[in-house]
């Protein structure tokens, strides 16, 4: 071979090597530093444009189960307990009814000074609103994380700085999962009348797949646990919204409400059945049926009705104002 073809393959070889190795000594200096982080990228689906800070006129404090308080601006705040709440795949119309529930409630919480200490003003859990920060629903959501949270955003962002007032004062927005075709008065549940949360039709609740629920315990389980020697003599009321009032076991009486916490019941819509040693509880809905059915936003979002609509049935009454000068000392 004659020496001009060697030296071209030599030359040729070089340049490919030399293309190989210089993006190794780009990528290397970064490695070796341990930083992991500047060469490893978030996956696309996981990325998300967070909510402008701007639109947040304070922060909420709240204290984890961990016992750690995190210090989140209220409209982030919003979005992580609307995303904690409601199922991220309903109508977003429904995401928005939400986000006004969300809202009102840490607004009149905190207007009312009921925080619950110096540090911290309302618990991640039940006690308040349930509350996961952005780790917390990347784990939930995996590669649904950042499409889940899209929606949320958006329907918090085209709701901000919105609340629920009745006679100038935010609302108690009360809410819960599925109806049993109807809500409920407060005082029929909690024994103190609020003039915007009445029993109202909520006939689209019956999709839900929490609609129906049966619980069974032993004859003798219900017995110890009431004090009472049997189910025979037993009656029944009902409310307005159709759930069960008062309980009579013969000469002992007992509230739905009474009756549902003690057996960990769905709902307080039940009817109880004796088959042989053991008791049937047979339930209609999900929760403790006052103020807004979730169950029912959505269904009520699927037939083209706006949150607005959506609100203004559930809380009867009710105004949609936006954040007042009212908290302006929550700053």
Do not use: C
Not at 291 to 320: R, T
Request: aromatic residues 10%; hydrophobic residues 35%.
């Amino acid at each position: 071979m004659k020496r001009e073809n060697w030296i071209g393959i030599i030359a040729v070889g070089g340049l490919f090597m030399a293309i190989l190795i210089i993006p190794t000594l780009i990528v290397v200096p970064f490695t070796e530093s341990g930083d992991t982080a500047q060469v490893r990228e978030t996956p696309q689906e996981f990325q998300v444009e967070d909510i402008p800070s701007n639109l947040s006129p304070f922060s909420v404090k709240v204290l984890r189960e961990s016992g750690k308080v995190e210090e989140v601006p209220l409209e982030k705040y919003v979005s992580r307990v609307v995303a904690s709440e409601m199922p991220a795949n309903f109508e977003l119309e429904a995401l928005k009814a939400q986000s006004l529930a969300a809202r009102t409630y840490i607004i009149r919480h905190l207007v009312n000074g009921e925080s619950i200490s110096e540090s911290a003003d309302v618990t991640d859990t039940v006690q308040h609103q349930v509350y996961k920060n952005d780790e917390e629903l990347r784990q939930l959501w995996q590669e649904q994380y950042a499409s889940n949270m899209k929606r949320i955003n958006q329907a918090v962002q085209e709701t901000s700085g919105e609340i629920m007032t009745y006679n100038s004062e935010p609302i108690t927005a009360a809410f819960f999962s599925t109806s049993n075709g109807f809500t409920e008065n407060a005082e029929d549940y909690w024994e103190s009348e609020i003039p915007y949360l009445k029993s109202v039709e909520s006939p689209w609740d019956e999709t839900s797949p929490k609609f129906n629920d049966q619980k069974i315990i032993t004859s003798v389980e219900l017995e110890a646990a009431l004090g009472i020697s049997s189910i025979s003599n037993t009656t029944l009321t009902k409310t307005e919204g159709n759930r069960v009032d008062e309980v009579h076991f013969g000469d002992k009486t007992f509230t739905g409400r009474e009756i549902r916490e003690a057996f960990d019941l769905k709902s307080s819509d039940f009817s109880i059945q004796q088959k042989g040693d053991h008791i049937i509880f047979t339930t209609k809905g999900y929760g403790h049926g006052v103020g807004m059915s979730q169950y029912g936003a959505n269904g009520m979002a699927l037939s083209g009705k706006s949150y607005k609509d959506i609100v203004k049935h559930y809380y009867k009454g009710i105004e949609i104002s936006p954040v007042s000068t009212q908290t302006a000392s929550l700053k």
